[in-house]
């Protein structure tokens, strides 16, 4: 079965650099979540799209945003990336039947240097 | 606000034993809790949910949990521990009624053949 899919798995940047982070959703699903995760830490949630609308924003930084195509993929942008943001980046998604199971991508492993 | 607590960042077993690791939540309404389980270099995959119903909810892999209101507990079990079983295990618990969870900090169980 296809699965959330997150591109690159690894990336390695610069401070004050920017950085894409690309998830692609499984199909059908309405619902898509951004998660970061620091070394040694639990999944920190930064922000949801419904519908390729905005529905929640939890601590994501000024300098990061994110937005969800029309083909449902969603794209996380980070700009003047600082050495504290060096972490795994997950997506997840979810269909709005079973809102409470959330599938997650391998994630993206993002290095600030 | 919403949380769950995981009293402990270890779990140690043998195999063929069974193995508890410790949930205990903090909500205010009913509560959506949910247990994920992450390989190394994976992303989270669920493992079961208890939203309303019976107190023991069967999930994934042979795991259940027993939700105990009177102890606000929400532990994750399971009759005999599997080697594979090693991994880290966040409890989960959704924020209002939003789609946001909140994860635990995380037990590491270590099954011992």
Redo the contacts between chains.
């Keep these: 079965a296809a699965g959330?899919i997150q591109s690159p798995r690894h990336l390695i940047k610069e401070k004050r650099e920017t950085a894409t982070l690309k998830c692609y959703p499984i199909p059908r699903h309405d619902?898509v979540?951004w998660y970061q995760q620091g070394p040694g830490?639990?999944?920190?949630?930064l922000i949801?799209f419904?519908e390729k609308m905005q529905?929640?924003k939890?601590s994501i930084p000024d300098r990061f945003s994110a937005q969800q195509f029309s083909d449902y993929h969603s794209e996380l942008n980070m700009s003047s990336l600082e050495l504290g943001d060096s972490a795994l980046y997950?997506c997840?998604s979810?269909f709005t039947g079973e809102?409470?199971?959330?599938?997650?991508?391998?994630?993206t492993?993002l290095s600030v240097l | 606000a919403q949380s769950v607590a995981q009293p402990e960042d270890q779990v140690n077993v043998a195999e063929g034993n069974p193995l508890t690791v410790k949930c205990t939540y903090s909500v205010s309404g009913n509560p959506?809790l949910?247990w994920?389980v992450q390989y190394p270099?994976?992303?989270?995959?669920?493992l079961l949910?208890y939203?309303t119903g019976d107190n023991l909810v069967k999930g994934s892999y042979g795991f259940e949990a027993e939700f105990n209101k009177s102890q606000t507990s929400f532990h994750l079990k399971k009759p005999s521990a599997l080697v594979s079983d090693s991994a880290l295990y966040?409890c989960a618990v959704?924020e209002g009624n939003?789609?946001?969870?909140?994860?635990?900090?995380?037990t590491r169980l270590q099954v011992f053949p």
Excluded: C
Excluded at chain 1, 41 to 45: M, V
Excluded at chain 1, 99 to 107: A, I, P, T
């Design positions: 959330v619902t979540y830490q639990d999944p920190q949630f949801s419904y529905s929640d939890g997950f997840a979810s809102g409470e199971k959330l599938f997650f991508g391998s994630g492993q | 959506y949910f994920y270099n994976r992303g989270l995959q669920f949910k939203i966040f959704r939003t789609d946001k969870l909140i994860f635990g900090t995380g």
